[in-house]
């Protein structure tokens, strides 16, 4: 690595490489690799100019990787493109696109010269040799079936990473008939007929060694078809080399903006992740997500320690539902859950309705934390009661079916209920009283700090959990759900999550007074309920006066 100087910024909880000029671009090969925030990104699921990822993507596998960046900006130095200027894209970088790309569109439909009909005929009388169409004119449909199959097939036939050199293990076997995932049966049996029998006969099963036989067969075919002459290839050349200049100058910086550091999510600007906004539950989320599919990216996104919502989207005309996740970071949670509906504005500016799916739960306030114990223990109470009252109208009720004797039953029931009612708001008052009784004796200072230690007992257990689990949210975690290779943590503070969910009508300095109005208004409840039952007890205990006659001496 060199000696440039970096900079850095305190972002999401780690420094961050900060990207301010184009030396700093430059010069980024050497950046240790350890510090850029993402290392690979799947081109499908973001927000950003497609053909540009598409030229960035040298190897054709759907993902940019970290030697694929460094090599879009060598190619930039190789063009002597002046790295500041994707700091400021002009208007003018914009038209001379245009200008390009109508250009090579002309092109393709201009008539073909006589070097190129030449060049044409001589590639098709290539395309007929016995090396190239070894099928006949089947080659073509097998080459298409072994395209088809051809990057999980590989899957099943790479080596672990942790494979010793030397290994007993059994070379894999991949069965070609039955025993194949359902979602690719199909396609494995269109292969086998097409491919492996024309290549290796007929057989059940394929080795690692016949696989990559089958490669070689189409290898003089795929060669031949990928050299297919291109109609003014000179000129087309150089357009080509145009646009990706061009492209490069006008995208570039973004991705390095969501690659290399998250310099774009973290200013409050939009990621290339992100997908839109969700209005539900008088919220507003910003941190949307593409999901492709539900049920795995659910089992990852668990570890981000954040609420995230899946929710389905459906709008008239735009064909087959989609799925998003939207990840909630402030504000309360209760009314979030699943078949609750919404409403997803895109980043073109189109509404979806949305629909709660599933719910991955995670603490999200301090607040709801500091309350949740008492609303259990409230749940709990009106639960208890419920059953109790329950079970014995449903004594009394079967009671008053027993026959001849159901009257008479049905009222010892009722009197039984009533009289166990009694007894449980008897003993409810006994306990009422006993507290009292202890409290009785307290100063009013007392009380106030034994109230405020029951609280806190009760709720700070709750607090200091969710506490740390808030510090330990990730957004990482959601991106490698969804296929990116994120190198490092995305923490945010809560200030952030404010941002990320923004709430109608709910600030910090409210959700503090209104728990401190609540545990003021609890202490002051007990203590005029102390003073009233101590003043009760003092009246019952007082002796009658005595009367006249009786204060007299004895004679």
């Given at each position: 690595?060199?000696?440039?100087?970096?900079k850095?910024?305190?972002?999401?909880?780690?420094?961050?490489?900060?990207?301010?000029?184009?030396?700093?671009?430059?010069?980024?090969?050497?950046?240790?690799?350890?510090?850029?925030?993402?290392?690979?990104?799947?081109?499908?699921?973001?927000?950003?100019?497609?053909?540009m990822?598409?030229?960035?993507?040298?190897?054709?596998?759907?993902?940019?990787?970290?030697?694929?960046?460094?090599?879009?900006i060598e190619?930039?130095?190789?063009?002597?493109?002046?790295?500041?200027?994707?700091?400021?894209?002009?208007e003018e970088?914009r038209?001379?696109?245009?200008?390009?790309?109508?250009?090579?569109?002309?092109?393709?439909?201009?008539?073909?010269?006589?070097?190129?009909?030449?060049?044409?005929?001589?590639w098709?009388?290539?395309?007929?040799?016995?090396?190239?169409?070894?099928?006949?004119?089947?080659?073509?449909?097998?080459?298409?079936?072994?395209?088809?199959?051809?990057?999980?097939?590989?899957?099943?036939?790479?080596?672990?990473d942790?494979?010793?050199?030397?290994?007993?293990?059994?070379?894999?076997?991949?069965?070609?008939?039955?025993?194949?995932?359902?979602?690719?049966l199909?396609?494995?049996?269109?292969?086998a007929?097409?491919?492996?029998?024309?290549?290796?006969?007929?057989?059940?099963?394929?080795?690692?060694?016949?696989w990559?036989?089958?490669?070689?067969?189409f290898?003089?075919?795929?060669?031949?078809?990928?050299?297919?002459?291109?109609?003014?290839?000179?000129?087309?050349?150089e357009?080509?080399?145009?646009?990706?200049?061009?492209?490069?100058?006008?995208?570039?910086?973004?991705?390095?903006?969501?690659?290399?550091n998250?310099?774009?999510l973290?200013?409050?600007?939009e990621?290339?992740?992100?997908?839109?906004?969700?209005?539900i539950d008088?919220?507003?989320?910003?941190?949307?997500?593409?999901?492709?599919?539900?049920?795995?990216?659910?089992?990852?996104?668990?570890?981000?320690?954040?609420?995230?919502?899946?929710?389905?989207?459906?709008?008239?005309?735009?064909?087959?539902?989609?799925?998003?996740?939207?990840?909630?970071?402030?504000?309360s949670t209760?009314?979030?859950?699943?078949?609750?509906?919404?409403?997803?504005?895109?980043?073109?500016?189109?509404?979806?309705?949305?629909?709660v799916?599933?719910?991955?739960?995670?603490?999200?306030?301090?607040?709801?934390?500091f309350?949740?114990?008492?609303?259990?223990?409230?749940?709990?109470?009106?639960?208890?009661?419920?059953?109790?009252?329950?079970e014995?109208?449903?004594?009394?009720?079967?009671?008053?079916?027993?026959?001849?004797?159901s009257?008479?039953?049905?009222?010892?029931?009722?009197?039984?209920?009533?009289?166990?009612?009694?007894?449980?708001?008897?003993?409810a008052?006994?306990?009422?009283?006993?507290?009292?009784?202890?409290?009785?004796?307290?100063?009013?200072?007392?009380?106030?700090?034994?109230?405020?230690?029951?609280?806190?007992?009760?709720?700070?257990?709750?607090?200091?959990?969710?506490?740390?689990?808030?510090?330990r949210?990730?957004?990482?975690?959601?991106?490698?759900?969804?296929?990116?290779?994120?190198?490092r943590?995305?923490?945010?503070?809560?200030?952030?999550?404010r941002?990320?969910?923004?709430?109608?009508?709910?600030?910090?300095?409210?959700?503090?007074?209104?728990?401190?109005?609540?545990?003021?208004?609890?202490?002051?409840?007990?203590?005029?309920?102390?003073?009233?039952?101590?003043?009760?007890?003092?009246?019952?205990?007082?002796?009658?006066?005595?009367s006249?006659?009786?204060?007299?001496?004895?004679?």
């Open positions: 690595m060199g000696n440039y100087a970096f850095w910024t305190q972002t999401g909880g780690i420094a961050q490489v900060r990207l301010e000029n184009g030396q700093d671009i430059a010069h980024l090969a050497e950046l240790d690799r350890k510090h850029w925030l993402v290392i690979s990104m799947p081109v499908g699921s973001v927000r950003c100019d497609r053909r990822l598409e030229l960035m993507d040298t190897d054709g596998d759907g993902r940019i990787r970290t030697c694929e960046v460094l090599s879009a190619f930039l130095k190789e063009q002597n493109v002046d790295f500041d200027e994707l700091f400021k894209p002009s970088d038209r001379q696109l245009d200008e390009v790309l109508s250009r090579m569109a002309d092109l393709t439909k201009a008539e073909l010269s006589t070097a190129d009909h030449e060049a044409l005929a001589a098709e009388e290539r395309g007929k040799s016995d090396e190239v169409a070894f099928l006949g004119e089947a080659t073509a449909a097998a080459e298409a079936a072994l395209a088809a199959v051809e990057s999980i097939i590989d899957g099943f036939f790479e080596p672990p942790d494979m010793p050199l030397v290994s007993d293990e059994p070379d894999p076997k991949l069965p070609l008939y039955g025993r194949i995932n359902p979602k690719h199909e396609a494995i049996e269109a292969f007929e097409k491919c492996v029998v024309p290549v290796l006969g007929r057989t059940s099963e394929l080795d690692r060694r016949g990559n036989q089958i490669k070689a067969a290898g003089p075919y795929r060669a031949w078809r990928s050299s297919k002459p291109v109609a003014n290839a000179r000129i087309m050349g357009l080509a080399v145009q646009e990706r200049v061009l492209r490069y100058k006008l995208g570039l910086l973004e991705l390095l903006e969501n690659y290399v998250m310099r774009r973290y200013a409050g600007e990621a290339i992740f992100q997908t839109g906004i969700l209005r008088a919220k507003e989320l910003k941190l949307c997500f593409h999901v492709d599919s539900e049920a795995a990216h659910s089992a990852l996104a668990g570890r981000s320690n954040c609420r995230v919502l899946y929710l389905k989207l459906t709008r008239p005309g735009e064909g087959a539902a989609r799925t998003i996740a939207a990840v909630v970071t402030a504000g209760e009314g979030l859950y699943v078949g609750r509906n919404g409403v997803f504005y895109d980043r073109d500016g189109k509404d979806w309705e949305a629909v799916v599933k719910v991955v739960e995670n603490p999200v306030s301090l607040r709801e934390a309350f949740a114990p008492w609303k259990k223990l409230g749940e709990c109470i009106a639960s208890t009661a419920r059953k109790f009252l329950g014995k109208q449903s004594a009394t009720q079967k009671n008053l079916e027993n026959g001849a004797k009257a008479e039953a049905g009222e010892a029931a009722m009197a039984s209920s009533v009289a166990a009612i009694g007894i449980g708001i008897a003993m008052g006994a306990a009422l009283a006993s507290v009292m009784a202890a409290v009785t004796a307290m100063s009013a200072l007392e009380l106030a700090v034994s109230v405020m230690a029951v609280v806190l007992v009760v709720s700070l257990p709750s607090v200091a959990l969710t506490y740390l689990k808030l510090r949210r990730d957004l990482g975690a959601i991106l490698n759900a969804g296929g990116w290779a994120v190198n943590p995305m923490r945010f503070s809560v200030k952030r999550a941002e990320f969910t923004r709430c109608a009508g709910q600030r910090r300095v409210k959700i503090l007074l209104a728990a401190l109005i609540i545990v003021v208004a609890l202490a002051v409840g007990v203590y005029i309920c102390m003073k009233i039952y101590a003043s009760g007890q003092a009246a019952g205990a007082q002796p009658p006066a005595a006249a006659e009786e204060s007299k001496p004895a004679a």
